[in-house]
C-alpha cells in the first residue's frame, strides 16, 4: 500500500502558474504508475494526466496538453504537476493517485490508492 498527500494548491490568476507535488510513503513508489485526476463542483471526477512508473511515458487530457507537464522523482517518492497558462476552467480539486497497473491508464478505476485532494482556483 501507498499513502499519498498532495500539497501546493492555491489562488492563481489565469495565465499563471502552480506546481502540484504529490508525496507518497510506505513501499515500493516505483512499482506504481501515478495520475493526476481533478473534480470541479458539480462535477464527476476527471483524468488530467499520468505517468508510468519509470517516469518514460506521460499521457495528457486534451484539456491541458501542452499547458501542464507530469514528472515523477522515484528517489523522492514524489510525483508532480507543472501546471502553466491557467485557466479558469481549470479550477477544481486535484487528486493524485497510483496505480499498479503495466504502463499508464487514464480510467480512474485502475487506480487504488488516492490522496485527499488540493484545491486550486483559477480567477479570471
Known amino acids: 500500500q501507498v499513502q499519498l498527500v498532495e500539497s501546493g494548491g492555491g489562488l492563481v490568476q489565469a495565465w499563471g502558474s502552480l506546481r502540484l507535488s504529490c508525496a507518497a510513503s510506505g513501499r515500493s513508489f516505483g512499482s506504481y504508475a501515478m495520475g493526476w485526476f481533478r473534480q470541479a463542483p458539480g462535477k464527476e471526477r476527471e483524468f488530467v494526466a499520468a505517468i508510468n512508473r519509470s517516469g518514460g511515458a506521460t499521457w495528457y487530457a486534451d484539456s491541458v496538453k501542452g499547458r501542464f507537464t507530469i514528472s515523477r522523482d522515484n528517489a523522492k517518492n514524489t510525483v508532480y504537476l507543472q501546471m502553466n497558462s491557467l485557466k479558469p476552467e481549470d479550477t477544481a480539486v486535484y487528486f493524485c493517485?497510483?496505480?499498479?497497473?503495466?504502463?499508464?491508464?487514464?480510467?480512474?478505476?485502475?487506480?487504488?490508492?488516492w490522496g485527499q485532494g488540493t484545491q486550486v482556483t483559477v480567477s479570471s
Open positions: 493517485a497510483a496505480s499498479q497497473t503495466v504502463g499508464i491508464s487514464r480510467d480512474r478505476n485502475r487506480y487504488s490508492n
